[in-house]
Structure formats: C-alpha cells, structure tokens
C-alpha cells in the first residue's frame, strides 16, 4: 500500500511486515501493539519530493509546507 497509516495497521493486526523510517513512525498510533526492529544506520539517503501540476492553484498552507521543506533538505 502506499498509505503508511494503513501499513503500519495492517502489521498491527498481524498482516505481515513493514519497513518504515524511525521519524514517521514516531508519529503513528497504531491500534494494537508493535514489534520494532532497528537494522541500523541508512546507508542511502531518502529522497523526498514535493510534486503538484505545474500552474495549479496552490493554498497559502502548501506553499508554506513547500517552503519549509526547501529549507529543511
């Protein structure tokens, strides 16, 4: 799935396994306890991208969202 929300549900209720980086998942509450396993240091960094169509209305919170997140990565 691509909803971190309903993977990590999914493995809360017994589904299977998730691989998810520590920050999103510190903001999680799954319904049902979790086992988590660290597999050390990221060897690669994460990408992370902010995509929306080109010429489209974007609100005062995106835009702001947006800036944050250039002066963050």
């Known amino acids: 799935t691509s909803n971190i929300s309903a993977a990590v549900e999914l493995v809360a209720d017994g ?8 920050s999103h ?3 999680l509450r799954p319904s ?5 396993f660290s597999i ?7 990408d992370f991208v902010v995509a929306y169509r ?3 209305y974007l609100s005062y919170y ?3 969202y947006i800036n944050i997140v250039k002066k963050f990565f």
């Open 40 to 46: 050390g240091e990221m060897a690669y960094p994460i």
């Open 15 to 22: 589904y299977g396994a998730y691989f998810i980086t520590a």
């Open 32 to 36: 049902k306890k979790i086992a988590c």
């Open 25 to 27: 998942l510190k903001h």
């Open 54 to 56: 080109k010429g489209s």
């Open 62 to 64: 995106e835009k702001e």
